[in-house]
């Protein structure tokens, strides 16, 4: 199976996981960082090498600073433009819309034609479904 770990390295397609962040409350913040952990460790599973730079990056720059904000989503956009990178991953819960930083993306990635799938995922991060980009993008 290609996402098990085998004792042997090998190459993971690499890809940049795009979910909702900011919230309304610490909580739902909480809730938004605790779906993106789980959306990746369910990409690992079927064979990709994601990134989530909103995780990383707000680990040192303040995502309530707007200078500091657009700063990291500039740096992340960089590492997606490397050569190698080939999906970007935008993950949603049922009923959830792309956020504002998710729709800044989508622009960002068409532009670069990268390979996009929009997918639904539970909270879990289970695989539900993948969504129209025609549907969510409009």
């Known amino acids: 199976m290609m996402g098990e770990y085998q004792g042997t390295m090998h190459e993971y397609p690499k890809c940049i996981l795009e979910s909702p962040f900011r919230a309304k409350s610490p909580a739902l913040q909480l809730r938004n960082i605790d779906f993106a952990r789980n959306v990746c460790r ?31 989503i500039s740096l992340g956009f960089q590492w997606g433009a490397l050569p190698g990178v080939s999906h970007v991953i935008f993950a949603l819960r049922p009923k959830e819309r792309m956020s504002k930083g998710m729709r800044l993306g989508m622009a960002q990635w068409k532009h670069c034609g990268k390979i996009i799938l929009v997918r639904q995922y539970l909270q879990t991060g289970k695989h539900q479904m993948d969504l129209p980009i025609e549907e969510i993008d409009a």
């Open 42 to 72: 369910s990409l690992v599973k079927e064979g990709f090498n994601p990134i989530a730079s909103h995780l990383f990056y707000t680990q040192f720059l303040d995502d309530a600073n707007e200078r500091e904000r657009f700063l990291g």
